[in-house]
T-cell receptor, first 115, second 115 residues
Framework: DTGVSQDPRHKITKRGQNVTFRCDPI?????LYWYRQTLGQGPEFLTY????????KSRLLSDRFSAERPKGSFSTLEIQRTEQGDSAMYLC?????????????FGNGTRLTVT | AQSVSQHNHHVILSEAASLELGCNYS??????LFWYVQYPGQHLQLLLK??????LVKGIKGFEAEFIKSKFSFNLRKPSVQWSDTAEYFC?????????????FGQGTILTVHP
């Protein structure tokens, strides 16, 4: 178990630029989740995938955000035309979705700073 | 929609002191309840969970939590804390019938334990 890997660890970008983050889940995990955490707050659910299918998106996820998991393995989260309010830690988590409970395994996150 | 409130933002204790961190949630239906912990520089990890049955649940490292349905509470306790318990603790709720990984987190409580 090599854990959930996220890349990059830190990203600084200027307002208006596009950014893309990558998440590599634990290899046998078919469910993958994206969360966002701002300073002083707990993580907020953004979206999740079962295999390559995006099953749910939060209303927090504006049109500028898009997530993909093309082959049911790694996932990318893209933010277009970044705004200062997008500055946050973006967390990825994975689990084995079999109908029985399987704990979430979180990555260390990608910290985005929009200047 | 559900919400979670954690009563204390920062708790400071000396080693061997007893700990209780408050958590209240707002949701009218069936819930699954969790406590997650984030040690300095590490990823979020599951401390304990409650789905059904005995409302007193035990987790790792001597932590326990009690679900009191009438109070919509799920407080975390430990009889005697150690310096290594210094971390941020998050209470989280999952609405019954939704994906186990779709969680609503509280704001977090930072615990500092002095040796």
């Amino acid at each position: 178990d090599t854990g959930v890997s996220q890349d990059p660890r830190h990203k600084i970008t200027k307002r208006g630029q596009n950014v893309t983050f990558r998440c590599d889940p634990i290899s046998e995990h078919n469910r993958l989740y994206w969360y966002r955490q701002t300073l002083g707050q707990g993580p907020e659910f953004l979206t999740y995938f079962q295999n390559e299918a995006q099953l749910e998106k939060s209303r927090l996820l504006s049109d500028r955000f898009s997530a993909e998991r093309p082959k049911g393995s790694f996932s990318t989260l893209e933010i277009q035309r970044t705004e200062q309010g997008d500055s946050a830690m973006y967390l990825c988590a994975s689990s084995l979705g079999t109908g029985m409970y399987s704990p979430l395994h979180f990555g260390n996150g990608t910290r985005l700073t929009v200047t | 929609a559900q919400s979670v409130s954690q009563h204390n933002h920062h708790v400071i204790l000396s080693e061997a002191a007893s700990l209780e961190l408050g958590c209240n949630y707002s949701y009218g239906g069936t819930v699954n309840l969790f406590w997650y912990v984030q040690y300095p520089g590490q990823h979020l990890q599951l401390l304990l969970k409650y789905f059904s049955g005995d409302p007193l649940v035990k987790g790792i490292k001597g932590f326990e939590a009690e679900f009191i349905k009438s109070k919509f509470s799920f407080n975390l306790r430990k009889p005697s804390v150690q310096w290594s318990d210094t971390a941020e603790y998050f209470c989280a709720v999952n609405a019954g019938g939704t994906s186990y990984g779709k969680l609503t987190f509280g704001q977090g409580t930072i615990l500092t334990v002095h040796p």
